[in-house]
């Protein structure tokens, strides 16, 4: 076997090299020529020229003042120029961005911070949602996250955006339930979208924008869990018949009033069971506790109990801070006629 000098194995090496990135190149212009939109039309290969990508103003986003009234969202619209040639409106010489957005406030997701404090957490900040689309190729918004550029890219336009106007559009959208329970006040976030564009990809970009919203102060909200129906069985002949129920009183961060009504009460307040045929009436009193699960001992009896105080916690952390008593005096129940009683109450309880 013929062996061959050492130069001609480093032609041969080089030669193959060549060879090789010439493919490469090549293969990077077909992809170039075949990138694809969400909408499926192909972009034309962007290559040739100095290549320009220009991100003009971003509109800073506000969402007004929230009142607990659901999901809020907005948008804004602004130019993105990404071409072979600075100065063209040409739209052979237009060619596709891609966006992403970063957390200017050192977040790694987008959040709006209560008096642009970013050190707060909790009720104090306000997780949003942002999207992007390109309103001129007719692509659907992409959910960003944060610091990765978006999966599609959009075909820009020239400069200024002359030829057919502004063409990027941005959307911040909070839901009601991100919304409930934050502190009132003023909330901004400060972001920076990035973009890559012009020829091959190869120019860069970025604008400032931020995000508002004003969280008012809602009315105070109070509720009543765990408070069951009762049942007081049979009388046996002797005795007052009692029943209490414990159940979680919250009000919250103020206090609250509490009364009872019922089909029966007459016009002094008082509260009575029916029999079934309706034409017999049972007196029944009842009391209230708001400190625990002991019997009450606030009479309710045509009334509303102030000033009482609840628990800061929906649910009071799975206890009971309030009874509900009944009572049916003995000598009421010997005279009455024999049957089974029954009334609806509504118990109401309203912040202060």
């Given at each position: ?285 009842l009391a209230y506790a708001a400190n625990g699960t002991g019997p009450g001992t606030i009479n309710l009896t045509g009334q509303n109990v102030t000033g009482l105080s609840g628990s800061s916690t929906i649910g009071c952390n799975d206890t009971n801070n309030a009874t509900l008593t009944l009572s049916i005096d003995e000598q009421d129940l010997r005279s009455a006629t024999s049957g089974t009683y029954t009334e609806t109450l509504i118990l109401l309880m309203e912040p202060e």
């Open positions: 076997m013929k062996k061959l000098p050492l130069e001609k194995h480093a032609i041969d090496y080089f030669k193959l090299m060549r060879e090789y990135l010439d493919l490469a190149k090549a293969v990077r212009l077909l992809v170039a020529a075949l990138l694809i939109g969400s909408t499926g039309a192909a972009f034309a290969a962007c290559s040739g020229g100095k290549g320009e990508l220009k991100i003009h103003p971003v509109p800073s986003l506000s969402l007004g003042t929230w009142d607990d009234a659901g999901t809020v969202a907005t948008d804004n619209l602004f130019c993105i120029q990404s071409s072979k040639k600075k100065s063209t409106t040409n739209s052979n010489d237009f060619c596709p961005y891609e966006v992403e957005v970063r957390s200017s406030d050192g977040a790694n997701q987008f959040y709006l911070y209560l008096d642009n404090d970013n050190s707060n957490t909790g009720d104090n900040r306000i997780l949003v949602t942002l999207q992007h689309r390109d309103i001129l190729d007719g692509n659907v918004y992409e959910i960003l996250s944060e610091d990765v550029f978006e999966s599609q890219s959009h075909y820009g336009q020239g400069k200024n955006c002359n030829q057919n106007g502004d063409n990027s559009q941005l959307r911040v959208e909070i839901s009601g339930t991100e919304l409930s329970g934050k502190t009132a006040g003023t909330y901004t976030g400060n972001f920076e979208l990035r973009g890559e564009g012009g020829v091959n990809f190869k120019k860069k970009d970025d604008e400032d924008f931020s995000i508002s919203i004003n969280v008012s102060t809602s009315d105070p909200q109070v509720q009543i869990s765990g408070l069951d129906d009762f049942v007081l069985g049979d009388f046996n002949g002797s005795g007052n018949v009692t029943a209490s129920d414990s159940f979680c009183a919250y009000a919250e961060s103020t206090g609250y009033r509490i009364s009872v009504s019922g089909n029966n009460q007459d016009q002094a307040g008082n509260y009575f069971l029916s029999s079934a045929a309706g034409n017999n009436l049972l007196p029944v009193q």
